[in-house]
């Protein structure tokens, strides 16, 4: 299994109604590097940038929490790299 289908299946889970395999797809997916993908899509602003009317949700996911809060995580870290590197 590739990379981007790792990520694929565990965003999947995370889609569940299942709290429990939501939460444990969660803890996994935070023990694993950021996903590339939408690390990607944060820092170009994909969707959101140049746009009269930008689709937020293609990068903070607000229809599922731990999607929400998976995105936001990563935003925080590359503020914090940012801030770590301005502090130099």
Do not use: H
Not at 31 to 47: F, M, W
Not at 52 to 64: A, H
């Amino acid at each position: 299994m590739r990379m981007p289908e790792l990520y694929d299946l565990l965003f999947s889970l995370l889609d569940t109604d299942n709290n429990t395999t939501s939460s444990e797809a969660m803890k996994l997916l935070n023990r694993l590097p950021a996903s590339p993908e939408l690390v990607k899509k944060i820092l170009s602003l994909q969707g959101v940038k140049g746009i009269s009317n930008p689709d937020w949700n293609g990068i903070l996911c607000t229809d599922n929490s731990f999607k929400l809060l998976y995105s936001l995580t990563i935003v925080e870290y590359l503020m914090e790299d940012q801030e770590a590197d301005e502090n130099k």
